[in-house]
């Protein structure tokens, strides 16, 4: 196996963080639950852009600490962390200069919890990674949305979009903060071979990056992402990673409470790693910027029997 990989192999298990504009209305929209993962929001309610637009001005995640959720997921015996940089939203969670639709330009907290995610992860010795959504982009002219456009705003062509702006923001993430993971997701017939080969091209300039099998263009990348689910077998021969969600969303809702049992998420980190396998374990912070308690609590009791009864 890629001595690239040994790190990520080695690690069994990481957070992943959906965060984003979309932990805001939480999962309501207009005053009625909307069906469907959290940060789905503006597809399932078919949000216009411009109204969608308006909710940086309300995202001030005032009790965000960088300190507290890495504690966090090294107490919970995590070996890394992967965070949405960018969701199909197109909302940016980082300070981007290619678009100004993100949190540092957009929203009354102006910090970027990238720069202090990457750094507190290095300062606590766990790995960095981050998520981004290089195909579906519902806020961005020509970005992909699975199922079709809903507003004029959105028209436009796709390849400009990836010049535009998937392109230059991967170039960012990249060159800022050296990402160890690039997370991509949910490719559409868009992404083209030729498409995806300008997107190869900058990764190939990181020998170290590890990501993933969702880049599309036919690229099998370096991992394979079952969803929510465990490979009776795993995946012989393969480096590959079970994504899953701690109750039945992943961008925070506020009527979800159908939390998995700490029994079960132990069970599951325990099956992965017996079939060679690694756990990507969501949590979704909500509008304050802080972890829900319930996942926080199943995650320390996690870390608690594993330092017990683990391998370190
Ligand atoms: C995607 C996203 O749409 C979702 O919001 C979340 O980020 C998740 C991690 O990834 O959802 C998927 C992607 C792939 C499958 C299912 C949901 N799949 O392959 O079954």
Same mark, same amino acid.
């Given at each position: 196996?890629?001595?690239? =990989?040994?790190?990520?192999?080695?690690?069994?298990?990481? =957070?992943?963080?959906?965060?984003?504009?979309? !932990?805001?209305?939480?999962?309501?929209?207009?005053?009625? &639950?909307?069906?469907?993962?959290?940060?789905?929001?503006?597809?399932? *309610?078919?949000?216009?852009?411009?109204?969608?637009?308006?909710?940086?001005?309300?995202?001030?995640?005032?009790?965000?600490?960088?300190?507290?959720?890495?504690?966090?997921?090294?107490?919970? #015996?995590?070996?890394?962390?992967?965070?949405?940089?960018?969701?199909?939203?197109?909302?940016? =969670?980082?300070? !981007?200069?290619?678009?100004?639709?993100?949190?540092?330009?957009?929203?009354?907290?102006?910090?970027?919890?990238?720069?202090?995610?990457?750094?507190?992860?290095?300062?606590?010795?766990?790995?960095?990674?981050?998520?981004?959504?290089?195909?579906?982009?519902?806020?961005?002219?020509?970005?992909?949305?699975? #199922?079709?456009?809903?507003?004029?705003?959105?028209?436009?062509?796709?390849?400009?979009?990836?010049?535009?702006?998937?392109?230059?923001?991967?170039?960012?993430?990249?060159?800022?903060?050296?990402?160890?993971?690039?997370?991509?997701? %949910?490719?559409?017939?868009?992404?083209? &071979?030729?498409?995806?080969?300008?997107?190869?091209?900058?990764?190939?300039?990181? &020998?170290?990056?590890?990501?993933?099998?969702?880049?599309?263009?036919?690229?099998?990348?370096?991992?394979?992402? &079952?969803?929510?689910?465990?490979?009776?077998?795993?995946?012989?021969?393969?480096?590959?990673?079970?994504?899953? %969600?701690?109750?039945?969303?992943?961008?925070?809702?506020? *009527?979800? %409470?159908?939390?998995? !049992?700490?029994?079960?998420?132990?069970?599951?980190?325990?099956?992965?790693?017996?079939?060679?396998?690694?756990?990507?374990?969501?949590?979704?912070?909500?509008?304050?910027?802080?972890?829900?308690?319930?996942?926080?609590?199943?995650?320390?009791?996690?870390?608690?029997?594993?330092?017990?009864?683990?391998?370190?």
């Amino acid at each position: 196996r890629d001595a690239r =990989m040994a790190w990520w192999h080695a690690a069994r298990y990481g =957070m992943f963080i959906h965060w984003g504009v979309y !932990s805001v209305p939480a999962g309501v929209w207009q005053g009625k &639950p909307v069906d469907g993962a959290g940060e789905w929001i503006m597809h399932d *309610a078919r949000i216009p852009v411009e109204e969608y637009k308006q909710l940086p001005a309300r995202f001030d995640p005032m009790q965000f600490d960088a300190h507290t959720w890495v504690s966090l997921a090294k107490a919970a #015996g995590m070996k890394y962390i992967v965070i949405t940089a960018k969701h199909h939203d197109g909302f940016a =969670m980082f300070d !981007s200069k290619a678009n100004a639709f993100n949190i540092v330009d957009a929203t009354p907290f102006k910090h970027d919890p990238l720069r202090a995610l990457a750094d507190e992860a290095k300062r606590q010795g766990i790995k960095f990674g981050v998520y981004y959504s290089q195909d579906q982009d519902w806020t961005a002219p020509g970005g992909a949305a699975i #199922g079709g456009h809903w507003d004029k705003a959105q028209d436009g062509d796709f390849a400009t979009y990836l010049q535009t702006k998937a392109i230059p923001q991967i170039k960012e993430l990249l060159a800022k903060y050296h990402p160890a993971v690039l997370w991509f997701d %949910t490719p559409t017939r868009e992404m083209t &071979p030729q498409l995806a080969a300008e997107i190869v091209k900058l990764l190939d300039q990181y &020998p170290q990056l590890i990501w993933n099998n969702r880049l599309g263009g036919g690229y099998a990348g370096d991992t394979e992402t &079952p969803e929510q689910h465990i490979p009776p077998q795993g995946f012989p021969g393969k480096d590959w990673e079970t994504c899953m %969600t701690i109750n039945d969303t992943w961008g925070y809702k506020s *009527a979800d %409470t159908d939390f998995k !049992s700490t029994t079960v998420l132990l069970r599951n980190l325990v099956d992965i790693a017996s079939k060679g396998g690694n756990y990507l374990l969501n949590v979704g912070p909500d509008a304050r910027g802080v972890i829900p308690a319930a996942e926080a609590e199943r995650l320390q009791t996690i870390g608690q029997w594993l330092k017990i009864n683990g391998e370190s």
